[in-house]
């Protein structure tokens, strides 16, 4: 029986997906050894959405983040799934050999590694820099539907990629659009160009179709899958580790997977989402306009929010149609952060003012002038381009300089002399203020759910809304807990 190995992403895809990054380090550490344990191939624990959720939401460290898991979780490599930091449109390289030398110290040995246009120029950047700190780099090859996305396309995105020596490949399909017909056709395209260098799987559930995706994709010869583990499955997560494993034991595959091990890690998040009021992933129905549109969940309800922000999210299907048209004005894109926001934010504009591209975003012109990759003069619509640019705050935007700066130039133009080089990267990208609050907040606190059932009881208890008496009695024992009345302020 031939053996498929499991790369674990809840700790950084099933939450993302589902819990919008609010998994905390707490949450993390009381079951670290339980994954450790569990016989993954490797454990994916960040991204660098991450860095900002921690800091500023859940005032967290992440890089002790990586740390205080790396101490539990000794045996699995820990991994990030990163594309750059070009929260300015480009990567400055100084901050991507720190970010990944940081990265390496804290404890991360491996990293996916994404271009939002899959371009070998940039995967090549990027790759070096990982591969300079000692990182193993796994280039994602990003999964999408459009006239330009055909089998040689993969086939010549695959070649360019072995070219760079990665320690393995990722077929990415984060928006879910993979079907097993798809699979079964794509898969052998890409592992004969891959020159032996091994393949992973990562797809999602968004059309319902990735458990059956990640069969496909074995049968047609990949070794590699990542799951998940419930509740932080299914939906816009992927699939359940649970599931897979059990079905591929069904056609005669091994997993090595502990999975009587990874039940109590079920447990432990499943208790965490009642608590907490977190959504607890569910399969969800088939819908073939997701293959139209491509716009991933979360987008959709920022799409909504911009729409109700001025009256019009009765327009929501419009603004889908539209954004369907923009992308194809735009040169079919992938529909990935940061492109898919681009996309789908000039859609609305388009819909709420009445007239295509009369108004246009920052982020379009700087598109069209080529500032987030790709070869856009040549992809997109000539006329669109042309009155996209053809605007005074096109030219302004064009005339700004983005060199490359030294580690220095970029300490010495945000104030951050004397920083240690963590903070200076949490300073990169974002405000002082955020950072000051993370550091006054402590340290971190294990949130603990296989306790005590008493002080568990009291806990769920207590998240009721107009509680304000929680009386607990049995023989020899009664226990009274009363809400504190708020206490008023004189004038």
Request: charged share 25%.
């Amino acid at each position: 029986m031939e053996k498929i190995e499991f790369v674990d992403v809840t700790l950084r895809d099933g939450h993302q997906s589902l819990w919008a990054e609010r998994m905390t380090t707490g949450m993390m550490l009381p079951v670290a050894e339980r994954l450790d344990d569990a016989g993954f191939d490797a454990i994916e624990l960040l991204s660098p959405s991450h860095l900002g959720k921690c800091v500023r939401d859940l005032r967290e460290d992440p890089f002790e983040r990586i740390r205080l898991v790396a101490r539990r979780v000794r045996k699995t490599p820990l991994r990030v799934n990163a594309g750059g930091l070009n929260v300015f449109g480009s990567d400055q390289p100084a901050m991507l050999e720190l970010f990944w030398r940081l990265m390496a110290a804290a404890g991360i040995r491996q990293a996916r590694i994404s271009d939002s246009w899959n371009d070998p120029s940039v995967w090549k950047l990027r790759v070096s820099a990982a591969r300079k700190a000692g990182i193993a780099p796994i280039i994602n090859i990003t999964y999408s539907i459009s006239p330009r996305h055909t089998d040689d396309y993969y086939a010549e995105r695959t070649r360019q990629a072995v070219l760079l020596a990665p320690y393995r490949l990722c077929l990415k399909d984060p928006g879910g659009l993979l079907t097993p017909e798809r699979t079964r056709t794509l898969v052998p395209v890409m592992l004969g160009h891959s020159g032996g260098v091994p393949i992973e799987f990562h797809t999602h559930c968004s059309t319902g179709l990735g458990p059956l995706c990640c069969l496909e994709a074995v049968q047609q010869g990949i070794r590699i899958v990542n799951t998940a583990i419930p509740p932080l499955v299914d939906d816009a997560s992927l699939p359940s580790v649970f599931d897979v494993a059990g079905n591929l034991r069904t056609l005669g595959y091994r997993t090595g997977i502990d999975e009587q091990s990874l039940r109590v890690v079920e447990r432990h998040f499943t208790t965490i989402a009642r608590r907490e009021g977190l959504p607890m992933g569910a399969p969800v129905a088939y819908d073939y306009a997701q293959y139209v549109h491509q716009v991933p969940g979360g987008m959709i309800s920022n799409l909504r929010h911009q729409l109700r922000e001025v009256g019009a999210e009765s327009r929501l299907p419009a603004a889908l149609d539209e954004t369907v048209r923009v992308r194809a004005d735009f040169g079919y894109p992938i529909m990935v952060t940061p492109l898919s926001q681009f996309v789908g934010s000039q859609a609305a504009v388009n819909v709420i003012v009445g007239e295509r591209y009369k108004e246009v975003t920052d982020q379009t012109i700087r598109y069209a002038l080529g500032h987030f990759g790709g070869d856009v003069a040549a992809l997109m619509d000539p006329e669109v381009r042309e009155k996209i640019l053809d605007r005074p705050r096109a030219h302004a935007l064009a005339a700004i300089e983005r060199p490359d700066l030294s580690l220095e130039d970029i300490r010495s133009d945000l104030g951050a002399a004397g920083l240690s080089d963590e903070d200076l990267l949490l300073r990169y990208l974002m405000r002082k203020e955020d950072i000051d609050t993370m550091r006054a907040a402590g340290p971190v606190r294990e949130y603990i759910t296989d306790g005590d059932p008493l002080v568990t009881l009291v806990a769920d208890l207590s998240k009721y809304a107009g509680t304000h008496t929680i009386q607990i009695s049995k023989p020899g024992f009664a226990l009274t807990l009363r809400k504190k009345a708020p206490v008023e302020q004189g004038i």
